[in-house]
């Protein structure tokens, strides 16, 4: 029995040293790190913006892996026909990284109408791992409407009265509650078009927060409003029907520089003609021109306009 049991103790030693150094010869394989996460503006890759920009800004965040460190930023920039320079570099021990960029364009660097302005954003760790991200600037100085037909206020046919350049130059009616109707996105409107027998009024723009008396033209429908923009309008007689079909890019931005907005402006325009072109200044400081189309001939009726404004 001693004996039996004596062995047995032997026995567990010698399988308890078999697993102990059958545990102990294992390699164990090192995890390897991962690169770098990096985001560039929020993860938009494309915008456009006016041949008049100031300076165009590039928002870099980016983190390392477990354990590892963000050691290098790079940005390069290429403009379409020219070469490509560096124009930021930084050194970095820190896991993450969050760094915002000002590009400054005005007077410093010649872009012209169309062309493409493209960043790239090198990220790199202390383990040699890159990560990369470009961001593309599309020049265009202005955008064009289709045609715009609004309703005068009897109309049956044309429902619409206001409309506003966010989404589309998009068109909306009188109303409360739906994403065509007025109240829900008076944010939106820039413009708002009336119709008005009275020979001094007849087809007329307005500013949204021009203050129709009690009971005249949309002073019901706006009151309601919980924002009013404020869009200043003013005549452009130098710019003819030709002239207007002509503006693109630079002859645009010269244009529309001309005018001067701190005097002479209006909140309200009447007695609209065909093919008359008026200018306007937005609540943002967006400029731009309207082309007067085919206006109503009553309060029944619509009118045409054709729109462009910067970008």
């Known amino acids: 029995m001693k004996k039996s049991f004596k062995s047995l103790i032997v026995m567990a030693a010698i399988a308890s040293s078999a697993l102990f150094t059958?545990?102990?010869d294992k390699a164990i394989t090192p995890v390897e790190s991962l690169a770098p996460t990096l985001t560039v503006n929020d993860g938009v890759?494309?915008?456009?913006?006016s041949q008049s920009i100031d300076s165009i800004a590039i928002k870099v965040i980016a983190s390392a892996d477990v354990n590892r460190k963000i050691t290098?930023?790079?940005i390069t920039r290429a403009i379409t026909g020219q070469s490509t320079n560096t124009i930021k570099t930084a050194t970095y021990s820190a896991k993450d990284v969050i760094y915002t960029h000002y590009d400054v364009i005005l007077n410093q660097i010649v872009i012209n109408e169309?062309?493409?302005i493209t960043y790239s954003v090198t990220i790199e760790d202390d383990n040699g791992k890159?990560?990369?991200?470009?961001?593309?600037v599309t020049i265009a100085s202005m955008v064009t409407s289709g045609q715009i037909l609004l309703g005068g206020p009897s109309s049956t046919t044309n429902e619409y009265h206001f409309f506003g350049v966010a989404d589309g130059f998009r068109r909306y009616r009188a109303g409360t509650t739906g994403a065509d109707l007025a109240k829900d996105n008076s944010a939106k409107i820039d413009f708002i078009y009336y119709y008005n027998s009275a020979g001094s009024v007849q087809n007329a723009v307005y500013s949204p927060d021009y203050a129709f008396g009690a009971g005249i033209g949309w002073n019901?429908?706006?009151t309601t409003w919980p924002t009013k923009n404020t869009t200043m309008f003013k005549l452009a007689?130098?710019?003819?029907?030709?002239?207007?079909?002509?503006l693109s890019g630079s002859t645009f931005l010269?244009?529309?520089?001309l005018l001067d907005f701190t005097s002479g402006t209006a909140s309200k325009l009447t007695n609209l003609s065909v093919n008359q072109v008026f200018a306007f200044k937005k609540a943002d400081g967006k400029r731009g021109f309207v082309l007067v189309g085919n206006p109503s001939a009553s309060a029944s009726g619509q009118i045409l306009m054709v729109v462009k404004t910067e970008l």
């Open 22 to 24: 059958s545990c102990g």
């Open 45 to 49: 890759k494309k915008s456009s913006s």
């Open 72 to 74: 290098k930023l790079t």
């Open 114 to 116: 169309g062309d493409e």
């Open 130 to 136: 890159t990560v990369n991200s470009t961001y593309v």
């Open 220 to 222: 019901a429908e706006t």
């Open 237 to 246: 007689p130098d710019i003819t029907f030709s002239a207007f079909d002509a």
């Open 254 to 257: 010269t244009e529309i520089s």
